[in-house]
């Protein structure tokens, strides 16, 4: 959606260029800082770096070259970058529960794109979710299965129950035959039986992909989907929505075999360096989740339910009551009859002038705000109710704000 499309959206000033310049473009990024450090962020894709986070990610590392392959670099000067990359590589195994992990691409679609590669081959079929029931848009017809030159089926699923029709999938594995079940949603509330999906898919000789992109913190923590090692071929995603960041991607898996494959399907057929500064911030967000991740994610949980109670109360219509939610996100209904304040996209806009920001999908995402140490789910939701209603609670956001203090680091 864009702006201006709908009556009833609000109107947002727009930055007019004169002309680059070094110093217009820091401007803006000063500008851009100070908006979002003023903020409560509830964006369902999005978290906060740790300022080790940072220092990794702003190290000598962001302007150097490295281009591994058969374990050795084309490039000199890379002996600690290789170390970090290693290093990497095995703490993202042991976090996960899994033998091997490619730390190296540098995005979640990205790693989807590999590991396709990698197990898919061409004119064969896939089975996944399709965005109409909340799944990711890249596995549909015209995406990724264009591109790489396979078909791809949509997973029976039951948007009221937000789970996977078990038995229709049975008999729509037996009559596809696909090589690849690809799970993962971006509208992700809750967890699949995995155990159910393995059967289906040994029968047919179909290999289990788990796209955790937006749970892999909660995933990390055991507080999401914790048998994922056990039965899925391989879990990928981003590392940027519950997990500590930087944004980047992740592929682990058990088979020595598939994992060959995917390293075959990095260098050279999906990218070439594989940005040295982002894997050593990796790095540490991968340490700062073995130490923390458990209760972090145990209390985004806790406050997205919280939330989602709170905005139930206040007359927002969220879905899939009573239980609402088993992750990080809270989804309202997007039906403007039902988005107390109108049209999800203009709730959205009237949020953020009030310095609230939720996405214009009608997610609330509860990651940031937790590890900003908020726990206060009924005053946040207030703010959020009393804004839609027309009120100024800027005063009022900037003292929530005022309260967040980096946790989990």
């Not at 594995?173 to 699949?192: C, D, E, H, T, W």
Request: hydrophobic share 40%; charged share 25%.
């Amino acid at each position: 959606m864009h702006a201006g499309t709908h009556g009833d959206d609000v109107a947002v000033p727009a930055v007019r260029s004169k002309g680059v310049s070094m110093s217009s473009i820091l401007d803006l990024v000063d500008r851009h800082d100070k908006f979002r450090a003023s903020a409560l962020n509830l964006q369902a894709s999005e978290n906060v770096v740790s300022p080790n986070v940072r220092k990794a990610m702003s190290s000598d590392l962001i302007s150097r070259y490295s281009l591994e392959q058969d374990g050795d670099d084309a490039y000199g000067g890379t002996r600690f970058a290789r170390e970090i990359l290693h290093q990497v590589e095995g703490e993202v195994s042991s976090l996960f529960g899994f033998r091997f992990a490619e730390v190296r691409p540098i995005g979640g679609h990205i790693a989807a794109e590999i590991a396709l590669l990698a197990t898919v081959r061409r004119r064969e079929n896939i089975m996944a979710i399709y965005e109409e029931d909340g799944g990711y848009t890249g596995y549909v017809r015209g995406f990724l299965p264009d591109i790489l030159g396979f078909q791809s089926y949509r997973i029976p699923y039951s948007r009221e129950r937000q789970e996977i029709d078990y038995t229709a999938l049975e008999k729509s594995v037996s009559n596809i035959s696909p090589r690849a079940i690809v799970l993962g949603q971006s509208f992700f509330v809750r967890p699949y039986d995995l155990k159910r999906v393995r059967e289906i898919a040994d029968r047919s000789g179909s290999l289990v992909i788990y796209d955790g992109s937006h749970v892999m913190g909660l995933i990390a923590g055991g507080e999401f989907q914790p048998d994922v090692s056990r039965y899925c071929d391989i879990l990928l995603g981003s590392t940027h929505k519950t997990f500590f960041g930087p944004q980047g991607g992740v592929i682990l898996t058990n088979d020595e075999d598939v994992f060959e494959n995917v390293r075959a399907n990095v260098t050279w057929r999906t990218m070439d360096n594989y940005h040295p500064n982002r894997v050593a911030a990796l790095g540490v967000a991968v340490e700062e989740m073995k130490r923390h991740g458990k209760e972090y994610a145990r209390k985004v949980v806790a406050n997205a339910r919280k939330m989602a109670s709170e905005l139930s109360e206040r007359g927002f219509t969220v879905k899939y009551a009573p239980w609402f939610t088993s992750s990080h996100q809270v989804i309202l209904d997007r039906d403007p009859a039902y988005v107390k304040g109108g049209s999800c996209v203009r709730v959205s806009r009237v949020l953020e002038e009030n310095m609230i920001i939720i996405d214009r999908e009608a997610r609330v995402g509860l990651s940031e705000v937790t590890r900003m140490g908020l726990s206060d789910m009924g005053e946040i939701a207030e703010l959020m109710q009393r804004a839609v209603e027309g009120q100024d609670v800027r005063k009022e956001v900037s003292e929530v704000v005022a309260k967040e203090k980096m946790q989990f680091w």
